[in-house]
């Protein structure tokens, strides 16, 4: 398994959170692109839509938590006496496009 960590929190789980990110994005285009074929004319069309508009439903709560996420990276910053996070200031920018990827994959 990897071995990399910033702050103590391993990298693997951002990546992980991200894959799964993804997969309600893709659901969508799909059913975008399913909807604009055949506009769910049959009952398979329909039932497949369906299922497709369900699995997006499940993974679509992840999006939101790759923002609520943030709270855990950063936790494991090291602080000083006034509570700032010195060490690792560099990862302010890194914090906020993670975030950020996941309000914009919520939001689409």
Not at 68 to 74: P, Q, T
């Amino acid at each position: 398994m990897l071995d990399i960590a910033i702050n103590n929190y391993e990298v693997i789980f951002i990546a992980w959170n991200l894959f799964l990110l993804i997969i309600p994005f893709f659901l969508c285009r799909l059913l975008f692109i399913l909807y604009n074929a055949n506009k769910f004319k049959s009952l398979p069309h329909k039932i497949f839509g369906l299922a497709i508009a369900f699995l997006w439903l499940l993974f679509i709560p992840n999006t939101i938590y790759v923002i609520a996420d943030m709270r855990h990276i950063i936790g494991f910053c090291p602080v000083n006496e006034k509570n700032i996070c010195i060490e690792n200031a560099w990862m302010i920018m890194f914090f906020f496009i993670y975030a950020s990827i996941g309000w914009v994959a919520f939001v689409y």
